[in-house]
């Protein structure tokens, strides 16, 4: 953390990350793409030890989109034999870290192999409390909000809710997020300034950071310099700065 100084005050509570550039990373070095994706879980080990020793209690990392269900298959293949390696490799390191394990999305549309994997670590890991790293798989906000809104017109249909009851905090109560925190912090990386069809419904009042830095070449220092910048912002909800600074006072 040489330069950069944190206020242990104002750490945000969970961080959301779209893991980006793998695939570019990979390509630069003249090699294929999973060479990138391989790579990208040290990454994912610099993420978890920053959030961990600063305090971040949530962290959600965009693992695999519904979209990504469009690439190659080989490469499909890949990630998913990478994802069951990963998680065997990395499960006592969890443990040890103090780290648990959740996901959120259509998992069970992932090879069985996977959810076995998953359901394995998530059991393992259930009784740790100092980070929840939450892995977004086969995961869309489209599609989130799509089976939230399925559920609750069953409700509906069935007589068990009434409409008039619907609001804000209803909904989020349908998501797959509903035990966890909005994020706080978005990070990005690769130069790409998109959310592209993540946690939308969540980050309406997120902070969003975006860095040119590919996801393989994330350490923790990229991490911690994304807290600095989140902590250099002003937080309004929709209140002036003249509102803020008198509720501080």
């Known amino acids: 953390m040489k330069d950069i100084v944190l206020d242990k005050n104002r750490i945000p509570k969970h961080v959301a990350v779209i893991m980006d550039g793998n695939g570019r990373w990979a390509q630069q070095k003249g090699e294929m793409r999973i060479f990138g994706h391989t790579n990208g879980v040290s990454s994912v080990r610099e993420a978890l030890t920053a959030a961990g020793e600063i305090g971040v209690e949530y962290l959600t990392l965009y693992a695999f989109s519904t979209e990504n269900w469009n690439?190659?298959?080989e490469e499909i293949a890949a990630l998913m034999d990478l994802l069951v390696q990963s998680i065997y490799n990395e499960v006592d390191e969890l443990n040890k870290k103090g780290i648990r394990l959740r996901t959120i999305g259509n998992v069970d549309i992932l090879p069985y192999s996977c959810q076995s994997a998953l359901k394995d670590a998530i059991e393992r890991t259930k009784n740790n409390n100092r980070v929840t790293?939450?892995?977004a798989l086969s995961y869309s906000s489209r599609w989130e909000i799509s089976k939230a809104v399925q559920k609750m017109t069953n409700q509906v249909i069935k007589g068990k809710l009434n409409p008039d009851a619907i609001n804000e905090e209803l909904i989020s109560s349908?998501?797959?997020t509903a035990d966890y925190p909005d994020?706080?912090?978005?990070?990005r990386t690769s130069g790409e300034n998109r959310v592209s069809n993540f946690l939308m419904w969540q980050m309406a009042y997120t902070e969003?950071?975006?860095t040119e830095t590919l996801w393989p070449d994330f350490k923790k220092e990229h991490f911690y310099k994304a807290i600095q910048d989140y902590q250099s912002r002003?937080?309004?909800?929709?209140k002036t700065s003249e509102q803020i600074i008198n509720?501080?006072?």
Do not use: A, N, V, W
């Open 71 to 73: 690439r190659p298959k």
């Open 133 to 135: 790293l939450i892995l």
């Open 174 to 176: 349908y998501l797959s």
């Open 183 to 187: 994020p706080e912090l978005l990070i």
């Open 208 to 210: 969003l950071y975006f």
């Open 234 to 238: 002003e937080r309004r909800f929709g």
């Open 247 to 249: 509720e501080d006072q």
